[in-house]
């Protein structure tokens, strides 16, 4: 079996276009065609990924990872706070000093340094006789708790006092790379968990605030399971499966539509 191009539709979604909506972020929404795509019996319809611009305007720091419960103690007396770090793209001196300013209050101080050499971040309580502990396994904020951005084990709740404690290695970003998805009928990419219908994977290596772009070399391409196309849903994720917020930014995704003819091809072996 073979198959001959007939036809290229070339599509340009703006996710600013769209009138229907799947979340507040305006990265999940559906697409409709000014014109739809159809085939007729013996064609099918191919389609690919020729190119995505999506802004760098997520936060590294959002509201899946910005929260740190803390209990403290001294002399006996516990406090337990729920601190909600602002959200942002912080590098690891901003973000010790926002993590020393959001501890620090008028009864209780920290010093928090940063360790350029080791990438590590050195804690230790001022106010004498205060020991504290990220409740990172067992506060009720532990599942969006900010642990990898302060270096920490995840299941783990760790004491701090007067002595510096350094933490473990610290990343300020948990999104490695966003996922362009689609219910163009195929389920196309196996994950370590279940299939999914992920038409790119675009891993992150610019800087906030600038453009992704992404222009594949070789264009993956899909057979479309459905003979007429009159819209898509999109979505963007990141590698958690998480809504992407782009803080109000559209972005765009312009993909190829081609319908082929199959050719059945018979050998006969004499």
């Keep these: ?70 209990k403290e103690t001294i002399s006996g007396v516990e406090t337990i706070r729920n601190i909600a770090i602002p959200y942002g793209n912080y590098d690891a001196i901003s ?14 101080k920290y010093l928090v340094n ?9 804690i230790k309580t001022v106010t004498i006789g205060l020991v504290s502990t990220f409740l990172f396994e067992s506060g009720s904020n532990k ?15 760790v004491i701090f006092n007067n002595e510096y404690v350094e933490t473990g290695m610290i990343t300020m970003s948990d999104i490695y790379h966003i996922q362009i998805k689609s219910d163009l009928g195929s389920q ?5 968990d279940s299939v999914d219908n992920i038409l790119e994977i675009i891993p992150i290596t610019n800087n906030p605030l600038s453009f992704i772009h992404h222009a594949p070399y070789i264009q993956t391409k899909y057979l479309l399971s459905q003979t ?23 972005f765009l995704l312009n993909l190829k539509f081609e319908i082929i ?10």
């Design 143 to 157: 599942n969006n708790s900010c642990f990898i951005f302060v270096g920490c084990p995840k299941n783990t709740d």
């Design 261 to 270: 003819k199959i050719i059945l091809m018979i050998f006969l072996l004499v």
């Design 1 to 70: 079996m073979s198959s001959h191009s007939l036809n290229v539709h070339l599509l340009k979604i703006d996710s600013s276009t769209s009138q229907s909506y799947y979340n507040s972020y305006k990265t999940a929404f559906l697409y409709t065609l000014s014109e739809g795509i159809s085939v007729t019996s013996g064609h099918s319809i191919i389609y690919s990924l020729i190119s995505a611009t999506i802004p760098y305007s997520f936060y590294g720091l959002n509201k899946y990872n910005n929260m740190l419960d803390v």
């Design 188 to 192: 196309n990419v196996i994950t370590s």
């Design 95 to 108: 973000f010790s000093k926002v993590l020393m300013q959001y501890l620090n209050t008028s009864t209780v």
């Design 228 to 250: 007429n196309l009159q819209n898509i849903r999109i979505e963007l994720t990141d590698n958690y499966n998480r809504p992407i917020d782009l803080n109000g930014i559209p």
């Design 114 to 122: 940063y360790n350029k050499i080791s990438n590590k971040f050195q």
